[in-house]
């Protein structure tokens, strides 16, 4: 095993002189100064806190965002689980070997009813400490776009509710690609 050897004095000497002209000051403590708040600073940030605040409890309390979604075909099937998620839960799930304990059909709603009665369905669901749901989005085409507009905001959706583990098309009998089972996270507090 070699041992490090030391540079020449010389060379040492060379970069303390290079860094002595580049302006580089030695450290005389090694202990961060964070220096004290400015009044107005202080004042700003509470004013900004405060702006937030009142902001946030004028929007609207919506899960789901109305952002971009991707248009699913009527026939695709959905699959999400999030990352930690067991694979045998998530195969079970996907064969339909958890048992759902409530069900809600979309169809009829527009966007807006959807999404409204989607979001209270999940949220009784968690209250009801229920382990897994069935959503019934259907795959109908709307007027104005050629996709199922409902099934690809649920795929969207879903992804974005905190308490959903998993989501992925029902079997044959419950729906088939037009209805999912939903897995929800039952332990936790309530989100």
Same mark, same amino acid.
């Given at each position: 095993?070699?041992?490090?050897?030391?540079?020449?004095?010389?060379?040492?000497?060379?970069?303390?002189?290079?860094?002595?002209? %580049?302006?580089?000051?030695?450290? +005389? /403590?090694?202990? @961060? $100064?964070?220096?004290?708040? #400015?009044?107005? *600073?202080?004042?700003?940030?509470? %004013?900004?806190?405060?702006?937030? +605040? /009142?902001?946030? @409890? $004028?929007?609207?309390?919506? #899960?789901?965002? *109305?952002?971009?979604?991707?248009?699913?075909?009527?026939?695709?099937?959905?699959?999400?689980?999030?990352?930690?998620?067991?694979? #045998?839960?998530?195969?079970?799930?996907?064969?339909?070997?958890?048992?759902?304990?409530?069900?809600?059909?979309?169809?009829?709603?527009?966007?807006?009813?959807?999404?409204?009665?989607?979001?209270?369905?999940?949220?009784?669901?968690?209250?009801?400490?229920?382990?897994?749901?069935?959503?019934?989005?259907?795959?109908?085409?709307?007027?104005?776009a050629d996709?199922?507009?409902?099934?690809?905001?649920?795929?969207?959706?879903?992804?974005?509710?905190?308490?959903?583990?998993?989501?992925?098309?029902?079997?044959?009998?419950?729906g088939g690609?037009?209805?999912?089972?939903?897995?929800?996270?039952?332990?936790?507090?309530?989100?």
């Amino acid at each position: 095993m070699s041992r490090r050897r030391s540079p020449p004095e010389e060379e040492v000497a060379l970069f303390r002189q290079a860094l002595k002209e %580049a302006g580089v000051q030695r450290l +005389i /403590s090694d202990r @961060a $100064d964070p220096g004290k708040p #400015r009044r107005d *600073d202080t004042q700003r940030l509470a %004013a900004r806190r405060e702006a937030a +605040i /009142s902001a946030a @409890a $004028d929007a609207p309390q919506s #899960r789901t965002s *109305d952002g971009r979604v991707e248009p699913v075909r009527p026939s695709t099937p959905l699959d999400f689980a999030v990352a930690d998620l067991p694979y #045998r839960t998530h195969s079970a799930l996907k064969r339909g070997q958890i048992d759902w304990q409530a069900g809600l059909d979309l169809h009829g709603y527009t966007l807006d009813e959807a999404r409204e009665q989607l979001e209270r369905f999940l949220h009784d669901a968690r209250a009801d400490r229920l382990r897994c749901v069935l959503v019934v989005h259907g795959k109908a085409w709307s007027g104005m776009a050629d996709y199922p507009v409902i099934k690809s905001h649920v795929n969207a959706w879903l992804r974005e509710w905190p308490s959903v583990l998993a989501f992925c098309s029902a079997r044959d009998a419950d729906g088939g690609t037009g209805a999912v089972y939903v897995l929800l996270r039952r332990r936790g507090k309530e989100l």
